[in-house]
């Protein structure tokens, strides 16, 4: 006991941390698939592969990430409850993109101080995501270490693993010149371009709703949740759509995320009038004095994830999608670029 309060004393609580396991047990249990043979206190989650039998050639795939500065928004406006599905979401479009379904996911909150309601309200926000995706949210980790993130803050980070068959892997080598490209909208800013955009935006009111943002604040425009398209996605593997590579438009934007699924010999038009952008990424602009070359270099300007297929299964496409989408441009020839007209 006495080591326990001289370790509080330093700054970290372990009391306080059991807390915060307590709390989130129910909501990680909610994401529990029958492969999951462990439960929530295990040194390490298990997860059953019989399932994988039944493929001819499955091929896991694995992807982490975090939701930046994002969270410094949720710290801003105190509000908890979206940044977990940001980084379920964004990790199930990662592993997406080539073709994989998620099987589990693991997270990492962190702060100098642990507040067992906001990481129970993150934890909870990630449950909702992953039963949405069919994920079992297997473990996760809540550091508390003080001296490393500032008071107030957490860090939100997760790992996904996902399996493909390997005939079914999507990995671009089939992009052809004269393929459409279909834009599938984005929710806001998603979880990239923070920094630069609290930086445009640091004199305004979040809070009350702003001219131009639809009666919404600014705070909870920022705060809205990444999109996941796995749902947009299987519909379109449902109707015989096929795609021929996907571009999940992360950091990086139109600029640097398309290129990653291209092979030699092609490069991508897109012509920004053929879709409409979200008031937020103007103002940004505006406001931070942002060149158009790097406003689709750091965010995604309003499409969160580019699929591409051959041009005749273009209109298709548009039907089958369950939200708007839009054709927004094509595969030409050339080098592994993507021009923005």
Same mark, same amino acid.
């Given at each position: 006991m006495t080591q326990s309060s001289q370790y509080a004393a330093a700054g970290v609580d372990i009391d306080t941390k059991m807390h915060t396991i307590n709390l989130i047990k129910e909501a990680v249990r909610s994401t529990y698939r029958p492969e999951v043979l462990s439960d929530t206190g295990s040194f390490g989650g298990l997860f059953s592969a019989?399932?994988?039998k039944g493929m001819n050639d499955p091929v896991l795939v694995a992807?982490?990430?975090? +939701?930046?500065t994002k969270t410094k928004v949720a710290t801003k406006m105190d509000r908890w409850d979206t940044i977990g599905q940001d980084i379920v979401n964004h990790c199930v479009n990662d592993i997406l993109v080539q073709g994989a379904r998620p099987l589990f996911f693991l997270d990492y909150v962190a702060s100098s101080q642990i507040i067992p309601e906001? $990481?129970?309200? +993150? $934890? =909870?926000?990630m449950a909702v995501a992953c039963r949405v995706a069919r994920c079992a949210l297997l473990g996760g980790e809540t550091p508390e270490m003080p001296g $490393? &993130?500032?008071?107030? =803050?957490?860090d939100v980070v997760g790992t996904i693993v996902g399996v493909v068959e390997r005939g079914k892997l999507i990995t671009g080598s089939r992009i052809r010149p004269g393929d459409a490209i279909i834009g599938l909208v984005s929710s806001g800013l998603h979880t990239n371009g923070y920094s630069l955009a609290r930086h445009a935006l640091a004199d305004l009111?979040?809070?009350?709703? &702003?001219?131009?943002? *639809? *009666? %919404? #604040?600014i705070g909870e425009v920022l705060l809205k949740a990444h999109l996941s398209y796995l749902g947009a996605i299987e519909k379109l593997w449902a109707a015989d759509i096929d795609i021929h590579g996907m571009a999940h438009l992360t950091g990086g934007g139109f600029i640097d995320n398309p290129p990653r699924v291209f092979p030699e010999g092609v490069g991508a038009i897109i012509n920004?009038?053929?879709w409409p952008v979200p008031p937020i990424f103007d103002l940004i602009q505006e406001l931070g004095k942002v060149s158009n070359e %790097?406003?689709?270099? $750091?965010?995604?300007?309003g499409l969160g994830m580019l699929v591409i297929v051959p041009a005749e299964q273009a209109s298709l496409v548009l039907?089958?999608?369950?939200?708007? #989408? &839009?054709?927004?441009g094509e595969i030409v020839a050339g080098k592994k670029e993507v021009a923005i007209k």
């Open positions: 019989a399932g994988i992807s982490t990430d975090g +939701v930046g906001q $990481v129970a309200k +993150v $934890v =909870e926000g $490393v &993130y500032l008071p107030g =803050e957490i009111d979040w809070t009350s709703p &702003y001219p131009g943002l *639809g *009666g %919404e #604040s920004r009038r053929t %790097e406003m689709f270099r $750091v965010f995604n300007m039907t089958t999608l369950p939200f708007a #989408s &839009y054709r927004v």
